[in-house]
């Protein structure tokens, strides 16, 4: 079965804006907390009701409640997290500078409410749904974003054309289990790397295909929310692939339970027993396969049902929380005062040492291997790799990461 490397674009992993200390990120902008089930908040289509959330927000916040109402945003009660009422998006760490709407349409470019589609947005001023998105786009223009790239624009606009995919497997194995005419109609080109091969919409890769692979069904059970995949297959057909990986890959295991002991959509189980039920699902079970710490994983996984009611529904959401919260223990660990004999500029130095591509020694690391877990390498070097240069496993997927 072909291996997913979870795209940035639409499923991606955590953004840090330089809100958090030792960014590489300049250009402003909250922390990404990856959407956990797109869908419409209740009660906060009306700006009025969103800009009524905020009554407990920090006076002294760089970004003001009136301008993130009218981003779409409302205030979640802690800190200075903030949700969408139409993506789910979340942002928090705002620093001086930020502008809502712009960090809204740079974090989750394919929301309906910044697309500008009618999603019942009700503004405080009088205006029709029409004339308010008409309004959302010409401020998003006089910001300098093209009212083209804000309709969902695809990340290889130049490979928008089938038959332009099709000409980039010139060069694809002939001996390569899936033919090259069915992965181009489902919108993938090829790399020119091994039997590599990305969506043109939403830079979702997969590689090492093996008989019997279907591209269609490998892009919906890897990159579930490609809005070319959607618009081409529809949401049922996306949905059906979903639920069928699912239910597969709990029937593989004997101890984990049937697909309608884990809680979807709003059902509900009670506090431990929630937990448990979702550290069994598949989206958890490959987490910890890649090696990460159970205690850390199941502490997110619990903190994610509290405040939300729901699972992770995705790897990658999981795994970049993981990577985030490891990043930020290591941070902590680094801000305590350090006992040893090295001084400032050494511990600097080993710190970009360890940030440092291990193939290139240039660029920073930015994909995670699946299954080893290693994060070593940049996305360049990444392309040309089909073993894990630290432990030399075989690489089955990639997740990319942001570091803070």
Same mark, same amino acid.
């Given at each position: ?68 109402? =009218? ?30 709407? =712009? ?13 500008? =589609? ?7 001023? &009088?205006?029709? &749904? ?5 309004? $959302?786009?010409?401020? $998003? ?23 332009? /995919? ?12 899936? !033919?090259?005419?069915? $992965? ?32 269609? !069904? ?14 081409? /297959? ?10 069928? *990986? ?10 984990? &339970?049937?697909?309608?002991? #884990? ?11 929630? +937990? ?6 598949? +989206? ?16 997110? +996984? ?8 729901? *699972? ?21 660990? !680094? ?15 080993? $710190? !970009? ?11 920073? +690391?930015?994909?995670?291997? #699946? ?20 432990? /030399?496993?075989? #690489? ?9």
């Amino acid at each position: 079965m072909a291996s997913g490397g979870f795209g940035p674009y639409l499923n991606g992993p955590l953004w840090t804006g330089s809100g958090m200390s030792g960014t590489e990120d300049q250009h402003g902008g909250g922390e990404l907390s990856p959407v956990l089930s797109p869908g419409l908040s209740p009660g906060m289509h009306s700006e009025e009701e969103r800009l009524r959330s905020f009554e407990h927000w920090a006076t002294d916040s760089p970004v003001s409640p009136t301008d993130l109402a =009218r981003a779409g945003f409302y205030f979640l009660g802690y800190g200075d997290t903030v949700q969408c009422f139409c993506c789910d998006g979340v942002l928090r760490c705002w620093v001086s500078g930020d502008e809502p709407l =712009r960090e809204h349409k740079r974090h989750f470019p394919t929301c309906g409410f910044i697309l500008g =589609r009618s999603v019942g947005n009700i503004p405080r001023t &009088p205006g029709s &749904p029409d004339s308010v998105d008409g309004q $959302l786009l010409s401020q $998003l223009q006089r910001m300098g974003v093209d009212e083209q790239v804000s309709v969902g624009q695809a990340v290889y606009p130049e490979m928008e054309a089938e038959d332009t /995919r099709l000409t980039t497997f010139q060069n694809w194995p002939p001996g390569a289990s899936v !033919q090259p005419d069915t $992965l181009a109609q489902a919108g993938f080109f090829y790399t020119g790397h091994g039997d590599n091969v990305k969506c043109f919409f939403c830079d979702g890769g997969l590689r090492n295909w093996e008989p019997g692979d279907d591209p269609w !069904q490998e892009h919906a059970k890897w990159f579930p929310r490609c809005e070319y995949l959607l618009q081409t /297959r529809g949401r049922e057909y996306v949905n059906n692939i979903q639920q069928s *990986h699912f239910n597969m890959s709990e029937m593989s295991g004997s101890q984990t &339970p049937a697909a309608g002991n #884990i809680p979807t959509g709003h059902e509900v189980l009670s506090g431990q027993s929630a +937990v448990v039920a979702a550290m069994l699902s598949p +989206v958890v079970q490959t987490a910890l396969q890649m090696g990460f710490q159970r205690a850390l994983v199941e502490s997110l +996984v619990q903190s994610r049902y509290l405040l939300t009611g729901h *699972h992770y529904t995705s790897v990658s959401d999981l795994v970049a929380d993981v990577l985030q919260a490891e990043e930020e223990e290591r941070q902590g660990s !680094q801000s305590r005062p350090v006992t040893g004999n090295l001084s400032a500029e050494e511990q600097l130095r080993q $710190l !970009q040492e360890e940030r440092t591509c291990k193939v290139c020694m240039d660029k920073l +690391v930015s994909m995670v291997f #699946i299954p080893c877990g290693h994060l070593v390498v940049c996305t360049d070097c990444a392309a040309s790799l089909r073993h894990c240069p630290i432990c /030399r496993a075989v #690489i089955r997927g990639s997740v990319r990461a942001f570091m803070s």
